[in-house]
C-alpha cells in the first residue's frame, strides 16, 4: 500500500482524489504521450523550446508519483523517429536537456529504486546522450522498483520492424522461436514487462502516434486538454480515477446471459 502522505499534502485536493483511488486496482504500467510543449510556450509569448524545458518539471512529478504509487512500469515518449523533421535549434535542446536530466537524476533514481530503461534507436544518438542515457542504466540496473522508461528516436513500427530482424538473426544462428504473440512480446523493446493498460495524451490530440503500436492493443485511452508542462500528480491521480471505472472485456463480454446461449440450452435457431 502506497504511503498517502507522500502523494498528497493533508486537506490538499490531491487528497481527496488519492484518497479515492483503489490501490489493489492500479494499471501496472501507464504510458504518456507528452504533448503540447510548443503550445503552452506559444500561448505565453516564449520559443517552443522553452516549453520543453518546463516539460522537465512535469517529467519529474510524474515520475515521482508512479513510484511513491507503486505502478510497476511508466513509459515516456520523448523524441520519435519523426521528430527529427523538427527545426535543428530545437532537437539540439532537447537533446541537451535530455542529457541533462539523466545526469542530474541518476543518483535519485538508483536511491529510489527506480530502473531506468530506454525504448528506441537511442544508440544512434550523439555519442554524448548515449554515454549520458547508458550510464544511468547502469547505475540503475539493480533497481527493483518503477521500471522508468524513456522512449527516444522512438517509433512503433520501427520497434517491430527490429524485433523481426532480430527473430531472423536468431534463427540464422540457429536459435529457432515459433512465430507467434509471445515470440514476438519477448523481442520488443519492452521484453519482460506488462502492456500498458491505462495511455494517457496530453494536450487533447486523439492520436497515437506510432507509439507503442503493438503492446497497446488492450490499453485503455486517457486524453486531458492539459498542455504537458502543466500536468502535475493530480492528472495522473484523474487518469487513475478513470481508469479504475473502465470495464475492461478484452473483446469478450461482462456477464453472458445463459438464456441467451442457444447452444448451452440446446435451442438450436433453425
Ligand atoms: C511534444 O510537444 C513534446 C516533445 C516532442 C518532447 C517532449 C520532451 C520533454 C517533455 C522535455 C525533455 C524530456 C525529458 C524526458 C527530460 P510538442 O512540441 O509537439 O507540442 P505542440 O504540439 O504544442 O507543438
Request: glycine content about 8%; proline content about 4%; hydrophobic content about 40%.
Amino acid at each position: 500500500m502506497a504511503d498517502l502522505s507522500k502523494l498528497a499534502e493533508p486537506g490538499s485536493p490531491e487528497e481527496l482524489l488519492v484518497r479515492r483511488i483503489d490501490f489493489g486496482r492500479l494499471p501496472r504500467h501507464v504510458a504518456i504521450i507528452m504533448d503540447g510543449n510548443g503550445r503552452w510556450a506559444k500561448s505565453r509569448g516564449l520559443p517552443r523550446v522553452e516549453g520543453h524545458r518546463a516539460g522537465v518539471a512535469s517529467v519529474r512529478e510524474t515520475v515521482e508519483t508512479a513510484a511513491r504509487l507503486g505502478l510497476e512500469v511508466l513509459t515516456l515518449y520523448a523524441f520519435s523517429v519523426e521528430n527529427w523533421k523538427r527545426p535543428r535549434f530545437e532537437v539540439w535542446t532537447l537533446m541537451n536537456l535530455l542529457k541533462e536530466y539523466v545526469r542530474r537524476e541518476r543518483e535519485a533514481l538508483a536511491e529510489n529504486d527506480i530502473r531506468f530503461n530506454v525504448l528506441g534507436r537511442w544508440e544512434e544518438l550523439d555519442p554524448s546522450v548515449v554515454r549520458e542515457l547508458r550510464a544511468t542504466v547502469e547505475a540503475t540496473r539493480h533497481c527493483r522498483g518503477l521500471s522508468f522508461n524513456i522512449a527516444l528516436n522512438y517509433s512503433g513500427r520501427c520497434e517491430i520492424v527490429d524485433a523481426c530482424r532480430r527473430i531472423v538473426a536468431d534463427w540464422a544462428a540457429g536459435k529457432r522461436a515459433d512465430i507467434d504473440e509471445e515470440t514476438i512480446g519477448r523481442y520488443l523493446y519492452t521484453s519482460g514487462q506488462a502492456d500498458p493498460d491505462l495511455l494517457v495524451r496530453t494536450s487533447g490530440e486523439l492520436r497515437v502516434s506510432n507509439f507503442l503500436l503493438w503492446q497497446i492493443a488492450y490499453a485503455e485511452i486517457w486524453v486531458t486538454g492539459t498542455l504537458w508542462p502543466d500536468f502535475r500528480r493530480r492528472d495522473l491521480f484523474e487518469a487513475i480515477l478513470d481508469f479504475q471505472q473502465r470495464e475492461r472485456r478484452y473483446g469478450g463480454i461482462q456477464q453472458p446471459d445463459p438464456a441467451e446461449d442457444v447452444f448451452a440450452s440446446g435451442r438450436l435457431p433453425g
